[in-house]
Each structure stands twice: as C-alpha cells, then as structure tokens.
C-alpha cells in the first residue's frame, strides 16, 4: 500500500483534491525535466536543462573527466527523483492548496476513492 497526501483547493470539494505520492519518484529519475515540466514546474525543468547543458560544456573542455561528470549527473537525477515529491507538494501549497491529510491506497484512485469516502462522513 502507498501513502499519498491529500491536496485541496481553498474552497474545493474533495473530488478536487490532488493527489502526490509518498516517496521517490521513478519517473522523475528517468525523464527529469519532462516529469518537472509536466507537472507545471517549469524553472526545475529549465533548471535541469541549463545544468546537463553546463555539465556538456564541462565535458567537452575537459575530455578526461567524463566519467566524474557522469556519477555527478547520475547522483543529481537520484537526488531530484528523491525530492521530486516534496516539491510538488510545494508548488502546490504556493498555489494555494492546502493539505488535508494521509490517505493508503494501491494506487492513486483507490487512494482518491477512500479519501472522498472518509470526507463524506466527515473524517477528514
């Protein structure tokens, strides 16, 4: 069962929430600045790019250091799977959602169900 954190809109029913996963993030690890983009964190995704473009630069001026460029990436892109997450959840709050609570599930919708279901009967 994963744990996802309940995000809802100022004056929004529950059925509005926003779900963001507990945890690292697999496919922030993978598709970086995609995944930032998608999910409207736009100066992340440029971030990103900017920095692979200056790692490239680095890289070209000094051939022999390939490989430590390469774990710095690679430790990077773990780092931002790690954290992707919680600055969701930050990009949300700055929009003005509010978090609600914790809610289990084996995946988002089922997690979503439950949570409309326990603010039906006010729990939440």
Request: with cysteine; charged share 15%; hydrophobic share 65%.
């Given at each position: 069962?994963r744990l996802?954190?309940?995000h809802?809109p100022p004056r929004g029913?529950a059925?509005?929430a926003?779900?963001?996963?507990?945890?690292?993030?697999?496919p922030?690890l993978?598709?970086?600045p995609?995944?930032?983009?998608?999910?409207?964190m736009?100066?992340?995704?440029?971030?990103w790019?900017?920095?692979?473009a200056?790692?490239g630069?680095?890289?070209?001026?000094?051939?022999?250091g390939?490989d430590?460029?390469?774990?710095?990436?690679?430790?990077?892109?773990a780092?931002?799977a790690?954290e992707?997450?919680e600055?969701?959840r930050?990009?949300?709050?700055?929009?003005?959602?509010?978090?609600?609570?914790?809610?289990?599930?084996?995946?988002?919708d089922?997690?979503?169900r439950?949570?409309i279901?326990?603010?039906?009967?006010g729990?939440?």
């Open positions: 069962m996802y954190t309940v809802v029913a059925a509005d926003v779900l963001v996963k507990e945890g690292f993030c697999w922030a993978f598709f970086g995609f995944w930032a983009a998608w999910r409207g736009w100066a992340w995704a440029a971030g790019i900017a920095v692979v200056c790692l630069l680095v890289e070209a001026a000094w051939p022999g390939a430590v460029l390469g774990v710095i990436e690679l430790a990077g892109m780092l931002f790690a992707a997450n600055l969701r930050r990009r949300l709050a700055r929009l003005g959602l509010r978090e609600a609570g914790v809610v289990g599930g084996p995946d988002p089922t997690a979503a439950r949570f279901d326990l603010a039906a009967i729990a939440h």
